[in-house]
């Protein structure tokens, strides 16, 4: 049931809203990653056949890598990664949907947990080791770069599953082309010595090339679309308006959006699983339908309900305006007045920093990233002609591809209701 539950959770979160094709669950990309995952394993065991260490240990752990594909994003909320900032940019202290899932499989009462179980050779720890940076992963990269890596069975399927449904052609890449250019092999680097997955150069980097670019452009026209980022942001604010009136909300909201805002995000397992597209839009339509009478509070009550009538309606989204640098401080500093006073205004507008980095070098992941070995090995490799691999920012001075995607891109937007611009004319002049 947990499972099955991911077909009530869309893919894009409001995608839908800008793009009507982009009606796709998390369930259908879940088995589009186990099918990524499964080939993926296939292609290494045919390159790898007289190789008995990594043939045997790719049989072995077969099940829960494609276990893992299977089940990575059971820990989505509702609206997928929409419903993670409406509490983490509040202060809450909200898990991410990667910790949701390891923490649905481990529980003991889960049908999830029950069915791996079941399978042979194959623990819960194992399953989430693949999945989550949280838990310890194998003692061999190769095996989780398949279902979480910058070139992972994921990424595969994600781009090019929301370009089909979006109607976009931004996604596309050569898949076939990557597949068969998939290698195991030992980094320089590490005391005993570890494997990855890498790209044969002689196949692999022009496709690898192509799959970075493809991320770029949906991150730019599609997930960062302003329209999508508009209606995110509004939806965002209706459920932290609500939040402000969780005692006060009619009696007909659902039981399950209750208690997440009740608990502010913090919810029991089988609560969690209770929420889904599906009911928090059963709960904007009442919020649509109600009057608002909320007593000492009627602003926010009809506020609430004007919301959620936009969103349930599809009325047009939120006006954006680009901020440069000081414009964002300065809308920023406006915005944290609004908070502090209480001003109604502060759910009629929205400060959005939109930032991506289509390929993550060792620089940037040193950053992130406690131990060295750790970040060293989070690049993506290329084998050439027998040499040692190299990692792929290495090949940055000779392809301006691979350098431009090595930049970090950042759009900084204000978003505000249309028929608010009078109260906003002084930040927006």
């Known amino acids: ?65 494609t276990a893992a594909a299977l089940l990575h994003d059971v820990g989505h909320g509702p609206f997928s990664h929409v419903f993670e900032r409406v509490f ?30 079941e399978v042979d050779g194959v623990t819960v720890d194992e399953v989430c080791g693949l999945i989550s940076d949280s838990a310890p ?10 279902v ?41 680097l590490g005391a005993p010595p570890v494997k990855k997955l890498c790209l044969d150069a002689r196949k692999g980097t022009g496709a690898i090339e192509g799959l970075l670019f493809a991320r770029l452009l949906m991150y730019t026209y599609v997930y960062g679309h302003k329209a999508v980022r508009a209606y995110e942001a509004e939806l965002i604010q209706t459920l932290r308006l609500a939040l402000t009136l969780k005692d006060q909300l009619p009696p007909d909201t659902p039981e399950p959006v209750r208690k997440l805002l009740e608990g502010e995000g913090k919810l029991s397992i089988n609560d969690y699983l209770m929420l889904d597209d599906d009911v928090v839009w059963w709960a904007l339509r009442g919020w649509a339908a109600w009057d608002g009478n909320v007593p000492g509070n009627e602003q926010d009550g009809r506020s609430l309900a004007r919301h959620a009538l936009r969103l349930v309606r599809r009325h047009q989204p939120w006006a954006t305006v680009k901020l440069d640098e000081n414009q964002f401080i300065r809308a920023g500093k406006f915005v944290k007045n609004l ?34 070995e750790q970040a060293f090995y989070r690049e993506i490799f290329i084998v050439d002609s027998g040499n040692p691999p190299k990692r792929l920012s290495e090949l940055a001075a000779n392809s ?11 759009v900084c937007r204000f978003h505000y209701d249309r028929e608010k611009k009078k109260d906003f004319s002084g930040l927006l002049a």
């Not at 800008?18 to 499964?38: K, M």
């Not at 908070?339 to 060792?362: A, H, Q, S, V």
């Open 400 to 410: 301006p591809v691979l350098s431009a995607l090595m930049t970090e891109r950042e």
């Open 339 to 372: 908070e502090n006073e209480c001003n109604p205004l502060r759910f009629e507008c929205f400060i959005d920093r939109f930032e991506d980095l289509p390929y993550k070098d060792y620089r940037y992941l040193r950053h992130e990233e406690s131990d060295e």
């Open 148 to 188: 979480s890596s910058q070139l992972d069975a994921d990424r595969m399927d994600y781009l090019l599953r929301d370009s089909l449904m979006t109607g976009s052609r931004y996604g596309q890449f050569d898949s076939e082309w990557i597949l068969n250019a998939l290698v195991i092999a030992e980094p320089p």
């Open 1 to 65: 049931k947990e499972f099955q539950r991911l077909r009530r959770i869309r893919q894009l979160g409001v995608g839908h809203l800008v793009y009507p094709g982009a009606e796709h669950s998390r369930f259908t990309h879940s088995l589009g990653v186990f099918n990524f995952a499964r080939r993926i394993i296939d292609k290494l065991l045919c390159r790898h056949w007289d190789d008995p260490d990594i043939y045997e240990e790719l049989k072995r752990n077969t099940d829960a890598i």
């Open 88 to 117: 983490r940019e509040e202060g809450g202290d909200v898990k991410t949907h990667d910790e949701w899932t390891c923490d649905i499989l481990r529980d003991t009462q889960s049908e999830l947990h029950q069915r791996l179980a």
């Open 137 to 146: 992963g194998p003692r061999q990269p190769y095996l989780k770069d398949i």
